[in-house]
């Protein structure tokens, strides 16, 4: 009797979980989307030159984005800054239609979230107060290092800090691990870089065009350098965009919009144009 109960039970969540999944995409369909004439976007506008605030508005090159894909479908484009650990979720949930910012694919997000094709490439970079050397990743030894939360520099200097498990489960030294260094995490990069000017953190680990940006903007005082690892190679990774997992309908918009920009050379002209809208 308590197996066919827990069956039962299993049966039921199932299905509510399956019931959750498909109303996300269903809530924000293409059709759903014309109907209610406004295509929301989650951002966090803290990542020049892919979004920050100009005048008070988010703007960037996911938003110039965000826009044409608004314009295609023919809808309103509503934008809401939240805090960039906040943004998976709520496209998960069918909150956000989809979300922009600067968003690298990965598996672990793919499990939550269907991506669009990638519009631009990065990799991370390391910010440091400009007089200090830096070679490679094992030069952040001892260091307290400043990441923005839930972002992939935060996996990726966690792992090395802490110790992570490999694809086989097995348990794998870190190369920062017992060096001494430690991670503190920030809802923004900027929040980051202020706490390594005032000497709270030693270093920052964010993408490359928001770490060159707070470079440019630090009157000479910070530098920003790509992590590479012992062995010279560095972390690749491609942004896209993300809808609700099964969001087939609003996927083939986006993903038509983003082959046209790539296409026509727009996405570097927006690149181009907001890393000289963003400079200080
Ligand atoms: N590309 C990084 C990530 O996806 C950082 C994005 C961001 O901070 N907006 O985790």
Do not use: W
């Amino acid at each position: 009797m308590k197996k066919i109960i827990a069956l039962l039970l299993t049966v039921v969540l199932c299905t509510a979980v399956l019931a959750s999944c498909s109303s996300a995409a269903e809530k924000q369909s293409l059709e759903a989307i014309k109907e209610k004439g406004e295509l929301v976007v989650y951002t966090n506008a803290e990542f020049p030159p892919f979004e920050y605030l100009a005048n008070g508005e988010p703007a960037g090159v996911d938003m110039d984005i965000a826009k044409a894909i608004a314009d295609e479908i023919g809808v309103e484009l509503k934008v809401e800054n939240v805090k960039f650990d906040t943004i998976i979720s709520s496209v998960q949930s069918g909150k956000a239609a989809m979300g922009a910012a600067g968003i690298t694919v990965t598996e672990e997000r793919k499990e939550s979230v269907d991506f669009s094709i990638s519009y631009t490439t990065s990799t991370q970079y390391v910010i440091l107060h400009a007089d200090v050397e830096f070679a490679n990743i094992t030069s952040l030894k001892g260091m307290n290092i400043g990441v923005q939360l839930g972002t992939t520099g935060d996996f990726i200097i966690s792992d090395e800090v802490n110790g992570y498990s490999d694809d086989d489960g097995n348990a794998v030294k870190g190369v920062l691990q017992d060096t001494g260094a430690s991670v503190t995490t920030y809802n923004n990069a900027n929040l980051a870089a202020e706490a390594l000017k005032s000497g709270k953190i030693q270093a920052v680990v964010v993408d490359k065009l928001p770490a060159e940006l707070i470079a440019k903007n630090s009157e000479g005082k910070l530098k920003a350098i790509e992590l590479v690892y012992e062995d010279g190679s560095n972390t690749a990774e491609s942004y896209a965009i993300c809808v609700a997992k099964g969001n087939t309908t609003l996927l083939e918009v986006i993903d038509k919009v983003i082959k046209d920009l790539l296409d026509s050379g727009k996405i570097d002209e927006y690149i181009v144009t907001h890393t000289t809208n963003a400079l200080a």
